[in-house]
């Protein structure tokens, strides 16, 4: 992929390892042996995070854990709004006063590397031991489409898959179904007076669950080389299938291709809808809601072979210009280490963890509506770091999607529109 620069002349020159001499001769950290200050106390860095339950302390615990296990390296944490936190972290970038180290989501990668505002973890991950243990198929979230290098180190996923009413399946005489068309009939059949099969959810993060189904169905952003193959005939097919909820079936309900999550998440919980896709973090409450006739199965899909999804990482990167890189690594190596990795997800704050070790606990393999979405790990697909995904994910997929729900694009030409704005240097 061919490299852009947003940032700073001088920020692709320091992407280095830690151990690169700076200006002044000096190593990067320190005396160049390993995290340390020369003058014998802990080297200190700064770690930038947005936190999904600002009441719950797990990270400051961390912190503190960490800050008091060893002497080498002293962290401070910098919380950060979410929806602030993006165009933070990159003007920081741009002016070479970001963070050493900063919690990152996959799709971001696309715009920071590129850019030169993340520093390769290749090196140090090839050195870690604990890299065998993260699911081997987790390590592409922070690689750029058709490379091998690692600018981000996998922390928290998730995954996504389908809420079911068992009882009003069993009213039409129907099981749950295992693929697309399966799906289509369904919601057919669940739609009545008062009673919808599904929501498409064409409004705010509408996109998420769109991509679920997309991959669940066996088409592509991308290839494996890279180049962008949405609009391909398997794209095309797909979401024509999506949009045949709406403009064939009539199974959405009113307001369904504008609505947001909170929307969807209150006409299932109503009874006004049978089936919605969501991650677990609907779980509780809907098990609270209905009890025994929930039911929770991976996104319906072609029927042959495991159904994919689409997966969303929350990982941790080191900033290119970070002169204290070895100190950063220490840091955020440290969470991504069984005991911390544990602690964070099964925290308010947590998903789904990136460690086989942890996948194994009691936790996550005794629930089986939580395990399909922990099976669903190995074979989840994530948004592809390419530069136009910050576009499409927050711009232009939700006017485009609707423009086809309402019959005004041809599927052909919500996907072609689509593709060219993934193609963009965005």
């Known amino acids: 992929m061919k490299r852009r620069s947003f940032l700073a002349g001088a920020l692709g020159g320091t992407a280095g390892l830690a151990l690169t001499a700076c200006g002044n001769g000096e190593a990067v950290d320190g005396d160049g042996d390993g995290p340390g200050d020369s003058a014998g106390g802990p080297v200190e860095i700064t ?9 719950d302390s797990t990270w400051t615990d961390l912190a503190e854990s960490f800050n008091s296990a060893q002497s080498d390296v002293k962290v401070t944490l910098e919380t950060i709004p979410l929806d602030q936190y993006q165009n933070k972290i990159t003007t920081a970038a741009m002016n070479n006063t970001g963070p050493d180290a900063a919690r990152c989501k996959d799709w971001w990668i696309g715009q920071f590397a590129p850019a030169g505002a993340t520093a390769d973890l290749t090196p140090f991950v090839d050195g870690w031991e604990a890299r065998d243990d993260v699911v081997e198929g987790l390590w592409k979230t922070g690689r750029l489409p058709g490379e091998e290098s690692i600018y981000m180190l996998p922390h928290q996923y998730t995954t996504l898959y389908m809420y079911y009413r068992k009882d009003y399946f069993a009213e039409v005489g129907l099981e749950a179904p295992k693929t697309q068309d399966e799906f289509l009939a369904a919601a057919e059949a669940l739609t009545g007076t008062d009673r919808y099969g599904f929501d498409v959810r064409g409004g705010g993060g509408g996109q998420d669950q769109w991509l679920a189904w997309m991959y669940a169905g066996g088409a592509n952003l991308v290839d494996d080389a890279g180049e962008i193959v949405l609009n391909d005939a398997t794209g095309v097919e797909v979401n024509e299938k999506y949009l045949s909820i ?20 209150t006409n299932f919980a109503s009874g006004l ?4 896709i969501h991650h677990p973090g609907s779980l509780a409450e809907m098990t609270e809601v209905y009890g025994d006739d929930l039911g929770v199965i991976p996104i319906p899909g072609t029927g ?5 999804t689409l997966g969303a990482m929350s990982g941790n990167i080191i900033m290119a210009q ?5 100190a950063a690594w220490k840091w955020i190596s440290w969470l991504s280490e069984t005991e911390q990795m544990a602690t964070m997800s099964t925290s308010p704050q947590g998903q789904l963890p990136v460690l086989s070790s942890v996948m194994e606990m009691d936790e996550f393999t005794s629930d089986p509506n939580l395990k399909v979405a922990v099976d669903a790990i190995p074979d989840a697909v994530t948004w592809p770091g390419l530069p136009g995904v910050a576009t499409l994910a927050g711009k232009e997929w939700n006017p485009t999607i609707q423009q086809g729900f309402q019959g005004e694009l041809t599927s052909q030409e919500v996907v072609d529109k689509m593709a060219a704005v993934l193609a963009s240097d965005a």
Not at 47 to 55: M, N, P, V
Not at 273 to 276: L, P, Q, V
């Open 47 to 55: 770690y930038w995070l947005w936190q999904d339950d600002a009441t």
């Open 246 to 265: 709406v403009t064939d079936l009539e199974a959405a309900p009113p307001g369904s291709i504008t609505a947001a999550f909170a929307d969807v998440k």
């Open 273 to 276: 809808t049978a089936m919605m």
């Open 304 to 308: 042959s072979g495991p159904s994919r």
């Open 322 to 326: 970070s002169e204290k890189q070895e």
